[in-house]
């Protein structure tokens, strides 16, 4: 009789978590590809979205009327493309193959120009890409761990080695100043534009599979494996809280805080998106996203202040969720 109570205790407990007790309004808004995504963004503002097909077809499309806004040329193509990225007005496309990143004009439907870029290792490899909100510069990180910090007006390039592993996160702060990265040695760092020298950085016992922060650049919220997911201040990287689950194991990889609530959403490797408390570190709920194939996972995600959430996945599916039942 003990066991049986012990068992039914920790069933209820792992049932606790999985969402389906949480009313979550959500739809499936359009399905944009028919082929699978290598990448693909949500832009800033909602607007538009860029995939990039295992094709290699990139396309930036009107979210409202689900129309291409603009088709990169097969012929300007940089193969093959391994990372894409659309900048915080819109205005910009940047895509990368291993060692050239391109420049292309949204709004003039047109290549800029392109530039090489090398690690410290001579076989090292583009990891990762990121552009500041001003557009004027970007960080190229490699699979050595090495870091390329590039003015775009002027062309000067600073490179420094700041991690031992491939470098998979980038993110600028919002004046362009201080930028935060993670890679797969465990470290993040916390750096200033053309400085080598870190504001803070720390380390954890396995590699970082998840990395973002929030919109005033004040917190940061760290995955290192399954290990343990943090969010803790961006200055000094103090703890603010740690996310408490039931299951054993838990793999996060997208990440993002919900503007003006106190809401963190997460997706793993697998179909599932999961909802936080940031001030207890609690979790609210995981759901199933939609999904055409198996193991389809979210790769963006995009938050409104009237407590929508747009999730795009591999499959090129857009989701609408209402968190308006969340809101903390």
């Known amino acids: 009789m003990r066991k049986h109570v012990v068992f039914t205790i920790f069933f209820l407990l792992l049932l606790s978590g999985c969402g389906q007790d949480i009313p979550l309004a959500e739809e499936v808004v359009h399905q944009f590809e028919a082929e699978p995504l290598l990448t693909g963004q949500i832009s800033d503002d909602g607007r538009l979205l860029l995939t990039v097909t295992t094709s290699e077809q990139v396309k930036i499309w009107r979210a409202a009327s689900k129309q291409v806004e603009y088709q990169v040329p097969e012929s300007e193509l940089l193969k093959p493309v391994r990372h894409a990225l659309l900048s915080n007005d819109n205005s910009l496309l940047l895509i990368a193959n291993y060692d050239t990143l391109g420049v292309w004009s949204v709004s003039g439907k047109a290549f ?5 870029f090398n690690g ?12 500041s909100p001003n557009n004027g510069r970007v960080l190229v990180a490699m699979t050595d761990g090495s870091l390329n910090m590039a003015d775009l007006n002027t062309r000067l390039n600073n490179r420094f080695k700041p ?28 750096w200033q534009f053309g400085s080598p020298k870190p504001l803070f ?11 973002s ?11 290192d494996g399954l290990n343990a997911q943090h969010i803790k201040t961006l200055t000094r990287g103090d703890e603010v809280t740690k996310l408490n689950y039931s299951a054993r194991f838990k793999v996060f990889r997208k990440s993002l805080f919900i503007p003006s ?11 599932h998106l999961s909802l936080w ?4 570190g609690d979790e609210l709920g995981t759901w199933t996203i939609s999904t055409q194939r198996s193991g389809a996972t979210i790769i963006s995600m995009h938050a409104t202040q009237t407590g929508k959430l747009y999730t795009l996945n591999s499959d090129a599916m857009l989701q609408r969720w209402d968190l308006n039942a969340l809101t903390l």
């Open 213 to 223: 922060v929030d919109h005033g650049f004040s917190r940061l919220f760290v995955s």
């Open 201 to 211: 950085e720390k380390e954890f016992a396995h590699r970082v599979t998840s990395l």
């Open 112 to 116: 800029i120009h392109k530039v090489q």
């Open 163 to 190: 991690h031992a592993r491939p470098i998979d996160f980038l993110l600028f702060g919002n004046q362009g100043e201080l930028f935060l990265s993670g890679a797969q040695d465990g470290k993040v760092g916390l």
């Open 277 to 280: 408390n940031t001030q207890t």
């Open 261 to 271: 609530t106190q809401l963190l959403a997460t997706s793993s490797s697998k179909s």
């Open 120 to 131: 410290v290792d001579s076989m090292a490899a583009i990891s990762h890409i990121a552009l």
